[in-house]
């Protein structure tokens, strides 16, 4: 029996383990979902989770919601492919909760209800900024989506063995990409539509452990292998790049210095600080980030709930630094690149490489491998969900019963367009997906906060802090940061022109940058400050309101 499972090891025992573990957590998880959406009566339970939540538990959830594929692929392989330069995502996504805790949690856990809409809407004219804002977030939505679903696509050709030229069950790597994207979707759908906020935010408890737990075992065996001394595992990690010590130096990747082309090299450097910009401010307009602030019963709780979440944010980037560049030594750059073009599987290539080292063999690699893929799987599934309630929560909650109906509408069936709307929005970012395979996945991310720093920030720091803002501001400041945003997005090198674009065959590229946010999120800002000066409508009163409720918690729901 031994020697069978050490003959099939390499092939069909790391399959078995992968599927079987897989199938485990499903089926835990959707027995979860099962139980909560026992526990689901009314709308608050649905989008809300009844407000049950305690500040570790939401803390948790959090780290769960926000620890995504773009964190525990995208960057372990950024740092894996570009050394120092990768590291830049883990800085910025970790200071971006800063700009959250400080500006924005306390303040809309007392002064909304279910969405990022009932803080905007509460002192202006409901209908055009609840449709403003619904737009918003499933836009932002989407393009976090799609981050997720390309993780999934790239995780399970390497599970299943499957490299370019090599097939399983009769699909080749490209055609399994495409099944896993559309086999994830219809499980957050799933997810969503049966549990509801309850369910996901279980659903996430347990993914943040496990993927903690996940990161922390490999970040020790990775130290292990070098006798814990860092600048041994840095020293082999240059050294098996290929890039030598430009690998542990800043300009690999961002603001490259191009000799003689001051020109290219100015759009580099800005780049890079586009990217920055958008990566710090891009948190506190995250839509599924902003409707977990409303799942706790005090604003106490909400601070609480922020301040566990960068206490478990940032020590697990701190562990991405291991899982990195521990790929970068272990793994090496070309293998890296020959399994996914743009490195979204370095992390779980590292897990099957210390299972070799550290537990024996082919048969070792497979073990750790289908553990740590797993756990990659269980993080994309939480995300997915908690994106998809956010943006069907939006579309049911803003636009349907609000903009529709008129508020003329029970709660019962708003919450039933809530779960229609989820399976659209699924349908819509399967589809989608499809063509994004070749992006790295916390680039991805990236753009996702750019697009909600441009969008979503500027109207709810306007609305909560300037007396003057209205409706006009509002709606000029959404529209007007999201599509400059998505314009700017639609012709830079990510859409086209490029070899790693989306659609590499064509080229309708003009803007150099590859982040919007530089440009796009002062236009936001810009727009909001427009569209209020130019409109007489003004309510002093309203916003002193809003300013107790802020502040105080009078009122909340």
């Known amino acids: 029996m031994n020697t069978v499972l050490a003959v099939e090891a390499g092939g069909g025992t790391a399959r078995n383990l992968t599927i079987t573990l897989f199938l485990v957590f499903v089926a835990v998880t959707l027995a979860i979902t099962i139980w909560a959406s026992r526990q689901t009566k009314t709308a608050t339970d649905f989008y809300a989770g009844g407000r049950s939540f305690s500040g570790f538990q939401n803390g948790m959830a959090i780290g769960g919601d926000y620890m995504s594929a773009a964190s525990f692929l995208g960057i372990a392989g950024i740092i894996a492919l570009y050394g120092y330069d990768g590291f830049l995502y883990s800085i910025g996504f970790l200071v971006a909760w800063l700009v959250a805790l400080l500006l924005v949690a306390e303040l809309l856990r007392n002064s909304g209800r279910y969405t990022m809409a009932d803080v905007l809407a509460f002192r202006m004219r409901q209908r055009p900024v609840r449709t403003a804002a619904a737009v918003s977030t499933i836009t932002v939505s989407i393009f976090y989506l799609l981050a997720q679903m390309v993780g999934a696509g790239a995780l399970v050709a390497l599970l299943l063995g499957i490299k ?34 309850k369910g996901t935010t279980y659903v996430q408890i347990v993914k943040a452990f496990l993927l903690m737990t996940g990161a922390l075992v490999m970040t020790v065996l990775v130290l292990a292998k070098y006798n814990f001394n860092l600048s041994a595992l840095l020293g082999d990690a ?61 604003a106490k709780a909400a601070r609480k709930s922020v301040l566990w979440a960068i206490g478990i944010i940032g020590t697990f980037y701190l562990l991405t630094l291991a899982l990195g560049f521990g790929a970068a030594a272990l793994v090496g ?112 991310v990236a753009l996702a906060f750019a697009v909600a720093a ?4 500027p109207a709810i720091l306007y609305s909560l802090f300037w007396k003057r803002f209205n409706t006009s501001g509002a709606v000029w400041a959404i529209y007007g940061g999201l599509v400059s945003a998505v314009f700017l ?36 800002f810009l727009c909001g400050w427009l569209g209020t000066v130019i409109s007489k409508e003004h ?14 918690g009078a009122g909340a729901h």
Request: charged letters at 15%.
């Open 238 to 298: 240059a050294a098996t790049s290929g890039k030598g010590s430009a690998f542990l130096e800043p300009g690999l990747r961002y603001g490259v210095e191009v000799a003689g082309n001051s020109t290219q090299t100015f759009y580099n450097k800005m780049d890079l600080l586009s990217l920055g910009i958008a990566l710090v401010l891009g948190t506190a307009g995250l839509p599924h980030i902003l409707i977990r602030f409303y799942t706790v019963p005090t």
């Open 164 to 197: 370019p030229g090599t097939t399983f069950l009769g699909m080749d790597a490209d055609t399994a990409k495409v099944a896993t994207i559309i086999m994830v979707g219809a499980l957050m759908i799933i997810y969503v539509t049966v549990g509801g906020m």
């Open 333 to 444: 750059g070309k293998e890296i690149v020959a399994q996914d073009k743009a490195g979204n599987t370095a992390a779980p290539q590292l897990a099957e490489e210390l299972g070799k080292t550290f537990l024996g063999g082919d048969l070792g690699g497979a073990t750790l491998l289908a553990i740590i893929a797993a756990v990659a799987f269980a993080t994309i599934l939480a995300v997915v969900a908690g994106l998809t309630l956010a943006s069907s929560s939006s579309l049911a909650h803003d636009f349907y019963a609000n903009v529709v109906k008129k508020g003329q509408t029970s709660e019962r069936q708003e919450v039933r367009v809530a779960r229609i709307s989820a399976l659209v929005i699924g349908a819509v970012s399967i589809a989608l997906s499809i063509y994004a395979q070749s992006l790295n996945v916390a680039f991805l």
């Open 539 to 552: 309510d002093e009163d309203k916003y002193a309101e809003l300013e107790v409720r802020a502040l105080t």
């Open 454 to 457: 441009s969008g979503n920030l």
């Open 489 to 524: 997005v639609f012709f830079s090198p990510v859409v086209s022109g490029a070899p790693t674009s989306m659609f590499p065959d064509h080229d309708w590229q003009w803007f150099p940058l590859s982040n919007p946010g530089l440009l796009s999120i002062p236009f936001g």
